[in-house]
């Protein structure tokens, strides 16, 4: 750490340390980052010559050895070392992304982050040993104060933007209400001004920011001087760039007048902020080949997320094209609201799983409260989603209310007519524009209204009796906090890869249950909001916000990100989202119907009409309800939240507008092709990256298929069917029969009938009647110690058994042979079955009525895999893989999973003459090839998954069922979500070669 510097972690919190260096050190002794190595090679003339290595070379050899035996054999040759240490060196295995900077980077950096600069500043800085004069950086004294005075610049430079941004704002209200500077209004400005301030930096903060240095009248007299500016109309204060204010500090233009770099032109060497840059624009053409600026390549190390990359291109393709067609240009204002996080697999599952958890315990909470609901009153009651909620309040509460101590609260207190509790905000919304549920609890009506009403807990006079009523969520975060770190802990010793990634999604499980309690506990115990807290409320700082704000901040001079709960609370204000009434008139809202993908549309454009003064008016409908609500005032006093929200509306028919967009939205569906995409590494030697004489990075190419070449099962081929017959071609070859081996577990109650051994079928069927094995749900079950004997007098337990596959006819021709053959030519291989088909060739002829006739060809991802191999394809003809012609047809089409299509009815001249809105009905995505020739396809706008395990969710093929629709015949007034269809129906247009949608969305014909 830095000077002056402490650690912001909790004292039972666990840190990593590095691996590596605890290799080395164990290996070569304390003295390993010291000690130098030496051996002795023959040059060409047979001379010796002594080489030496130090940990710097140790790190290389690490990073470009790729084997084990080359490190071991270098550790036992080069470095001396015995047996026992050669194989730990070898066995050293450096993280992932160790290397995202280079060494040289790295020495440079450290120094600066050792004294405790963030990293973009040590960054910054990082080439000042090239700058400063020798004299000066060669002597530590003054080496040292020039650093400690570069980093109170840079801690100046951001307090002096602050304060800008209060004096900038303050400035732009008083111009927004046309109102000009007056020096008569000077003393209402001071106040104005330390509200502001006050509220920008939090109460206690300023308090102490002004400590003993009056900080606020500096401030107010350069408020006073920019607002006089313009004839009163006030002109923006501006800040000098870091760069500048270091460049100045270093050639003499400070305080002192003492000047640590002499030569000027040595300043280039400093980074200037826009090399700090992740991204950078650059020039396109635009409808008239005039170059103009855009959004440049989005490939960058700092991004490393594979997703957040795809996003990114299809975001330039998108703003460049914009820019070309002169819809935007760098001028725009840029509102961005996306997804918080870009999860690793384990925490999307973990997720899922924690998503069903709270549906279940939704499910749970409304039938707990019909039935508790009808013990106490003796009426029915339907819950609506505000009981759900405070049910779930009353639950974490333990029955009591935390204000007032109340206990054993009863269903009817707080659901129906005449409820005593009702929800509240721990921190008031209209201050800290929190609306999550981490800040709600369930409160006594009376006292959130008459003694609460928008104060924090903490200024309560009964503050520390509530803190030991909420003591239970404070063990139980605490608790969760143990438990994470055990399994923390234990992730390190997981033997296998499915036991670890068990525990790190137990991990993430326990940790959104921890932050919620913690999220709740932590806003009873606030003093204060600060402005960091409410501005978070706002903006989402997620890792893919982080890098589309940065990326479209290379060309767009204002770029915002919003949150996701601002825009909920706008597109139910502006009346995008269905709502309802109870029967005490009561309004709620439905949850947001995500069954169609149009949704991600209609909240961008909410999104887009989102700015400050918005802001500002949510809040003040929250403090005009909570002042209406508080103060049992008359409606008239105060503007209802509806009526001031209302007048935010973009405009007046903006409702019906943004509704009827599901009429001109084609949601285009990228699935890009992976099969083809072979593995390759930038080519390094010694850790130094190879290039060509042009310049250009050497990529070593692999010859590796991407996708799933077939199923996980291995199947048993045998002669004899479950009558003992056997089967023969026309040949007299045997024709096999298919058998896998299931654990008794495992096994289905149909496939008793199945089992290949008529003793074994027996033993089971016996274990059955027994009630050794149980029934359960289709399945079997072996009763738990319970032991099903194959031969008892020899204690062989019966553990798996082979069963009969009839689904199973025609496993993948020329699969991968037994190392050791059988005489019988179908024992010879692996038997494999078909995951799913890569593509479809379809070939189109007439017959002599001049009737299309088609035919079609599947390409499974076996014959595609072998065929994209890198050796293999230099050899061979494309046409092998899709022929192009078959029977007499030629090839028409070749279409993948992903493909676009649009049907049309008649002709395809008649699709042409379609109105867009009809057209949109039309458009479907191919989502699988099935053996027969069927072809699946979904509606381009269908956001349902296509089945599920959990029997209540609605997913395409419920919903089918459901409304007794078939999914072969094309509906085109009311777009089916799925439909499966022979070769016979295959009257559509196909992506590339028909047509192709625009990335505005517009079909252009080909």
Not at 368 to 389: H, S
Not at 600 to 623: G, P, R
Not at 742 to 762: A, C, G, Q, W, Y
Request: charged letters at 35%; a positive charge; proline letters at 2%.
């Amino acid at each position: 750490m830095g000077k002056d510097n402490i650690f912001n972690y909790k004292i039972n919190t666990t840190v990593s340390g590095c691996p590596t260096s605890a290799n080395l050190k164990y290996i070569f002794g304390e003295n390993w980052k010291t000690s130098k190595y030496t051996y002795e090679t023959l040059d060409k003339k047979g001379q010796t010559k002594n080489h030496k290595i130090d940990f710097n070379d140790l790190w290389h050899v690490l990073f470009t050895f790729d084997t084990v035996e080359k490190l071991k054999e270098f550790a036992l040759e080069k470095l001396n070392l015995d047996e026992i240490n050669a194989n730990r060196f070898s066995k050293i295995i450096l993280k992932k992304d160790y290397a995202a900077l280079s060494l040289k980077a790295i020495k440079k950096i450290l120094p600066f982050l050792e004294n405790g600069l963030i990293y973009s500043h040590a960054v910054f800085v990082a080439n000042l040993e090239q700058i400063v004069d020798k004299e000066i950086w060669d002597k530590p004294e003054r080496r040292d104060d020039l650093l400690d005075k570069i980093k109170t610049q840079i801690d100046q430079h951001t307090f002096e933007n602050n304060i800008a941004q209060v004096i900038n704002g303050l400035i732009k209200t008083f111009r927004d209400k046309n109102e000009r500077h007056t020096p008569l209004a000077e003393e209402r400005y001071k106040v104005k001004l330390n509200l502001a301030l006050k509220e920008f930096f939090g109460t206690q903060r300023w308090k102490e920011i002004e400590k003993g240095k009056n900080v606020f009248e500096g401030t107010f007299q350069l408020f006073l001087q920019n607002y006089r500016r313009k004839n009163g109309e006030g002109e923006f204060v501006v800040i000098k760039r870091i760069d500048e204010k270091v460049t100045d500090l270093l050639l003499g233009k400070n305080e002192t007048g003492e000047v640590f770099c002499s030569d000027e032109s040595r300043m280039k060497k400093l980074y200037h902020p826009s090399d700090i840059a992740m991204f950078k624009p650059q020039k396109i053409k635009d409808k008239n080949g005039v170059e103009v600026d855009g959004l440049g390549s989005p490939a960058t190390p700092s991004v490393r997320n594979p997703m957040a990359m795809r996003s990114l291109f299809q975001l330039r393709k998108l703003v460049n094209t914009l820019i070309t067609e002169g819809k935007v240009d760098r001028f725009t204002k840029v509102n961005i609201e996306l997804a918080r996080e870009l999860n690793d697999s384990n925490k999307r599952i973990a997720i899922k799983r924690w998503q069903k958890v709270l549906e279940e315990e939704r499910v749970d909470s409304v039938e707990r409260i019909k039935e508790y609901y009808f013990a106490e009153t003796g009426q029915e009651v339907e819950p609506t989603e505000d009981d759900i909620l405070k049910y779930k309040f009353w639950k974490e509460q333990k029955h009591k209310c935390l204000y007032t101590g109340v206990e054993n609260i009863s269903i009817s207190d707080f659901i129906g007519t005449g409820a005593k509790y009702e929800i509240e905000h721990t921190l008031p919304r209209s201050q800290s524009e929190d609306n999550s549920q981490m800040n709600k609890t369930l409160c006594d009506i009376d006292f959130n209204r008459m003694v609460k009403k928008n104060q924090l807990p903490s200024q309560l006079s009964n503050y520390d009796e509530i803190l030991l009523r909420a003591d239970h969520w404070k063990k139980e975060y605490e608790d969760l906090d143990r438990e994470i770190s055990r399994i923390t802990r234990s992730v390190k010793a997981a033997t296998t890869k499915e036991q670890k990634d068990r525990k790190i999604q137990q991990r993430h499980l326990l940790s959104f249950k921890r932050d919620y309690i913690k999220g709740k506990y932590d806003r009873l115990t606030t003093r204060e909001i600060k402005p960091g807290f409410k501005n978070s409320q706002k903006v989402d700082i997620g890792i893919i916000s982080k890098y589309a704000r940065a990326y479209l901040g290379s060309y767009f001079a204002k770029v915002y990100s919003v949150k996701g709960e601002m825009t909920s609370e706008y597109r139910k204000a502006w009346g995008l989202q269905e709502s309802y009434k109870d029967d005490y008139d009561n309004k709620f809202y439905k949850p947001k119907d995500r069954s169609n993908h149009v949704h991600h549309c209609i909240d961008a454009i909410v999104i887009a009409a989102m700015d400050k003064q918005k802001y500002d008016a949510l809040a003040h409908a929250w403090a005009s309800e909570e002042e209406s609500k508080f103060h049992n005032a008359n409606k008239k006093k105060y503007q209802s939240a509806k009526e001031i929200l209302l007048k935010t509306k973009p405009w007046t028919t903006f409702t019906q507008d943004v509704k009827s967009i599901s009429d001109e939205i084609f949601v285009v569906h990228n699935t890009p092709d992976k099969v083809k995409i072979q593995s390759k590494k930038k080519l390094r030697k010694r850790g130094v990256v190879q290039r060509n004489s042009k310049g250009e990075v050497i990529y070593q190419q692999g010859d590796t298929v991407r996708g799933s070449l077939h199923q996980d099962t291995f199947y048993g081929a045998i002669a004899q069917d479950i009558n003992g017959q056997i089967e023969r071609n026309s040949e007299g070859e045997i024709i096999p029969k298919y058998v896998v081996r299931k654990e008794l577990n495992t096994l289905k109650v149909s496939d008793v009938e199945k089992i290949v051994d008529p003793e074994i079928r027996k033993i089971i069927q016996k274990a059955i009647e027994d009630k050794m094995i149980k029934k359960i749900s289709g399945g079997l079950k072996v009763e738990k110690d319970v032991f099903i004997w194959q031969n008892k007098e020899k204690g062989i337990p019966l553990k798996k058994v082979r069963v009969y596959t009839p689904a199973v006819k025609n496993p993948l021709p020329n699969f991968k042979k037994h190392r050791d053959l059988s005489k019988q030519k179908y024992k010879q291989k692996f038997n494999v079955v078909n995951d799913e088909n890569y593509c479809m060739a379809i070939y189109e002829g007439g017959n002599k009525n001049g009737k299309t006739i088609r035919e079609f060809e599947l390409v499974n991802m076996l014959q595609a895999g072998r065929y994209y191999r890198l050796k293999s394809r230099q050899s061979q003809d494309e046409n092998l893989l899709i022929p192009i012609e078959k029977n007499g047809k030629k090839l028409k089409y070749v279409l993948k999973k992903g493909t676009l299509v649009l049907f049309y009815e008649k002709s395809v001249d008649d699709f042409w003459g379609l109105r867009k809105s009809e057209k949109v009905k039309r458009l479907y995505n191919i989502i699988g090839f099935e053996g027969d020739g069927r072809i699946q396809f979904r509606y381009h706008q269908t956001a349902l998954q296509q089945s599920s395990k959990n029997k209540d969710e609605l997913t395409i093929v419920k919903y089918m069922k459901d409304n007794k629709l078939k999914n072969s015949e094309i509906n085109f007034i009311n777009p089916l979500p799925w439909l499966r269809l022979t070769k016979g129906n295959f009257n559509f247009l196909v992506e590339n070669y028909d047509f192709n949608i625009s990335v505005t969305g517009n079909i252009l014909k080909r």
